[in-house]
């Protein structure tokens, strides 16, 4: 039987200090409520929400620092590091914030602390794709598949089993547990830098939002409404199309997320016509989804310079197919991977990978290399989102985003394997900007954490995380993960758990399919 398991607190940290600096440059905070939408995903299609946003670390006195860095000092990671250039069997200096060298032999600087962690060392992974808020609600099988994704939100079962609870949990006023609970099962399995989290003020994001200020700069915009509506004008103000144009022409935009051909008809297709209607066919384009796209729209947004974020479990379970990645890629388009959410989706990365894998094994007689799926989650995504020149790999001068995997017993097995292959008892540590959020408890402690974690099972191994934040003008910030379940475990009691040790959503998503067994 599949085991899956909801969160075991085996320890609690002392007083917190801070997370992580997301590096805002202003504030326009949400209040975490709803905004009263009719629409499936609620407030995530109010792409005003996402605008300006407020970051930076928590000081001693609760201030925030705006583009200063959250970390100093020096550390040093021992392990096979995989750059660009190849497997590094070595050392990675952090300073600061960032990767100050790859080298091979030990830092001169004997003041720099060395931490072997006997394991691959990779960029941190960026989901390009999610609904962080409903993560807490467990995979939603509404008994059919579909032809879009205009159908199944009027689905009975998709009101019981997902608006439902997703309500419940909003109107009890957890909507930032919610969030917390979402973002916890993102960094678990190696995330760094999301699409989809909601702004608000009562809690601040444990992992880069990438549609909120990062690298003090806030030029990426999301709307997850019907793409044939972007031309509508509401009270005299300018239409999404037009807006986000005139955002591009004065140099404010560097992607803008749509919902694209999610579904496999001819109205799902269509949607890349009013694309060009629109005039939005453009390089800073991010079309989420896109499976019902065919060689001629692939070729097209390629030629554009437009780019794709794929999310396979999700496109299977609900329609039963999933995107053309392998032609996309041909022609051109710079393809990203997401877990969308937790309703039709996988727990997080980790999981997604191994979809991914699965569809590329069974359904396209592996055309896409094992450093393709890699690529999905790292340095593409960070492309997709116009962010490659600070994360996405393993560089100097980027930002120390980073994930640690244990080495496998076999020898043979390349970088790129481990890293598909790997399981949540696998992560031995996860860190945003140089700062370790989660991870085998001796290296939280060695990079200045003692104290500042709780400890929880990852299936079968202690882990340490850390989800607090000082702040004070972060009302929730305090809270700890022990507290954040509780609260919401009494409000849906299906909740879904912060490690899942089991990907039993991809079961699920390839039942009556090609795929089913595999």
């Known amino acids: 039987m599949a085991r899956r398991v909801a969160i075991r607190l085996i ?34 299609e109010n792409d005003e929400l996402v605008g300006d946003g407020i970051g930076g670390k928590a000081d001693g006195n609760g201030q925030y620092r705006v583009c200063e860095p959250i970390r100093s000092g020096k550390y040093a990671l021992k392990g096979k590091i995989y750059t660009p250039t190849g497997l590094v069997n070595g050392y990675l200096v952090i300073d600061g914030e960032k990767i100050a060298e790859v080298r091979k032999t030990a830092p001169t600087d004997t003041s ?83 699409q989809g989290t909601p702004q608000t003020s009562c809690v601040r994001h444990l992992v880069r939002n990438l549609e909120q200020p990062n690298f003090c700069q806030d030029k990426v915009r999301q709307n997850v409404m019907s793409i044939s509506g972007f031309n509508r004008s509401i009270s005299g103000k ?146 997709v989102w116009a962010l490659e020149k600070f994360i996405g790999s393993i560089e100097v001068g980027k930002y120390a985003d980073l994930l640690v995997i244990d080495a496998p017993a076999s020898t043979s097995v390349t970088p790129e394997r481990v890293l598909i292959d790997a399981k949540p008892q696998n992560v031995k540590l996860v860190a945003i900007s140089g700062d370790a959020l989660f991870g085998d408890a ?17 299936c079968g191994v202690q882990r340490a995380i850390d989800v607090t934040v000082t702040a004070a003008d972060v009302s929730k910030g305090k809270q700890k993960l022990s507290e954040v379940e509780a609260k919401l475990v009494a409000v849906n009691p299906k909740l879904t758990p912060v490690i899942d040790c089991e990907n039993d959503e991809m079961v699920a998503a390839f039942k009556g399919t090609s795929l089913e067994g595999k």
């Open 442 to 458: 001796k290296f939280m402690d060695a990079l200045g954490k003692q104290g500042d974690y709780e400890l929880i099972d990852a």
């Open 238 to 383: 300018p239409s999404f199309a037009d807006s986000v144009k005139k955002d591009i022409a004065d140099g404010k935009l560097d992607a803008v997320a749509v919902h694209c051909a999610e579904g496999i008809d001819e109205h799902a297709r269509e949607e890349w016509d009013y694309l060009e209607t629109y005039e939005l066919d453009v390089p800073e384009l991010v079309m989420i989804h896109g499976a019902g796209l065919k060689q001629a729209e692939l070729e097209a947004a390629a030629a554009v310079g437009a780019k794709m974020v794929w999310s396979p479990l999700s496109n299977m379970l609900l329609y039963g197919a999933t995107s053309d990645v392998p032609t996309a890629m041909a022609a051109g388009v710079t393809v990203a991977l997401g877990a969308d959410w937790a309703p039709s989706g996988s727990a997080n990365l980790l999981w997604e990978l191994k979809v991914a894998d699965k569809v590329n094994k069974y359904l396209w007689n592996s055309s896409l290399t094992d450093k393709n799926l890699v690529d999905l989650v790292t340095i593409n995504a960070a492309k």
């Open 11 to 44: 320890g609690a940290g002392l007083a917190a200090t801070a997370a992580l600096s997301l590096g805002a440059c202003s504030s326009s905070p949400d209040d975490g409520g709803d905004d009263g939408s009719l629409n499936a995903f609620d407030d995530d």
């Open 112 to 194: 720099v602390k060395v931490i072997d962690t006997a394991g691959y060392i990779y960029p941190g992974l960026i989901d390009g794709h999610g609904h962080v808020e409903y993560n807490h609600v467990p995979l939603a099988d509404l008994g059919k598949r579909y032809s879009n994704r205009d159908q199944w939100p009027n689905a009975a079962l998709y009101q019981t089993l997902v608006k439902d609870p997703k309500n419940a949990v909003t109107a009890a006023g957890l909507k930032c547990e919610g969030l917390k609970h979402g973002e916890v099962r993102a960094l678990v399995g190696g995330t760094t830098a999301i």
